[in-house]
């Protein structure tokens, strides 16, 4: 009979034909049914938006523009889009936590 020593580090291969299960680092089927629902809670708040709310998250978020990028097109201050944007993401916050 041969005995087998467990150490710290063990044969990955002997683990596997023991059938030993290991914590899988893709998401659980729960995990993505959650976060699709998010989704599209987002997009229907996101919708529900006033046109210029929903273009400076557009903006910010979906064309990766910076404030300073958006500050200079819009020939606005950076710090009133940056407040903005606070105040947006603050509606949709309370609007997702319902």
Not at 12 to 19: G, S, T, V
């Amino acid at each position: 009979m041969i005995t087998i020593k467990r150490r710290r580090e063990d044969s990955y291969d002997r683990l596997l034909d023991e059938n030993k299960q290991f914590r899988s680092d893709s998401e659980s089927v729960e995990d993505l049914v959650v976060k699709a629902v998010m989704i599209e809670k987002m997009m229907r708040f996101l919708n529900a938006l006033p046109k210029r709310e929903r273009e400076l998250i557009n903006a910010l978020f979906f064309q990766e523009k910076s404030e300073h990028q958006l500050s200079a097109e819009m020939g606005i201050p950076r710090m009133t889009i940056h407040d903005r944007k606070i105040k947006i993401l603050g509606k949709l916050k309370k609007l997702l936590e319902k």
